[in-house]
């Protein structure tokens, strides 16, 4: 086999593993007889919902050919309304991490955990209440195992996480649940939190439309103290971020993505894995950003089996 085919079967392995079913790579030939592998003349059905999407398909075909499908028509562009109503956050320095590690805070069970979260919740929906806006509809905490091992940590919630109130329900959120299948967990055993609390967009001339972006530092001031305290509640062996804005808010690094990811950070003693936002995965779906997700998140795994070692 040529290592530029046996690539692409790593990578498609770790796709595989992910739980991805349509994707814009040819799978593996038939082996045939004496092991020698087979042309498959059927071709890969991929599912876009984008011209931007299509040309990325053509351009990692492999060779098979595709059968393009769309999943959805285009959305109709709503007019701009005359005032979008954003209630402005206050410019505020980010509050610095705690200090201490995580594990010198008090030790609780389960129960504990969950109390102590729900009451959290309940006191960040009543501060965070005052920016509600037309951009910001309601507060997304977090949700998951209060006892879980595994914490992901992203940088905000979207539109989709604005209407039910919960973290990564989109495609993103959609793609994470497959991650977090690969790995050998549930979305019930993991906890999935925010750096904010609130939805942040902007309206887009072109687009006609809201549309997400990063946080800024001040809106990050904001959803980080819950942050920091859901963390001490929890307190997770592994934490890993999804994006650049989750590391820098958490962390407090300057350095940019690629030069981030793939290497093991701390928070109070917790070890941090940085890696590629799901929503960015979508955007560049390529066998080199897939494999070094899946490289980042085998990492992980590696670290909780030696962590469930060192304490057994």
Sequence with gaps: MSRARKIAHQWLAADEAMGAEDVPIARR??????GKEVGIKTPVVVRAESETQLSAIRRFETGRPVEIKRTAEPAIRAPRPEVVRVVPVPEAALPPVPPGAISEE???????????????ADEAHQVLAAYLSDVATRVVFGEGDPGAQLMFIGEGPGLEEDRTGRPFVGRAGQLLDKMIVAMGFTRERVYIGNICKLRAASWDDLAQRLKDRPPTAAEAAKGLPWLHQQIAIIQPRVIVTLGLPAIRYLVGVTENMGALRGHWHEYRGIAV?????????????????????????????????ELDGSSG
């Design 106 to 120: 008090p030790q609780l069970t389960r129960a504990e955990k969950s109390e102590r979260l729900a009451a959290l």
């Design 29 to 34: 030939a038939n082996t045939g007889v004496g």
């Design 273 to 305: 894995m940085p890696t590629y936002h799901p929503a960015y995965l979508l955007r560049a779906y390529s066998p080199e950003n897939r494999g070094k997700v899946w490289s980042d998140l085998q990492a992980v795994v590696k670290r909780l089996k």
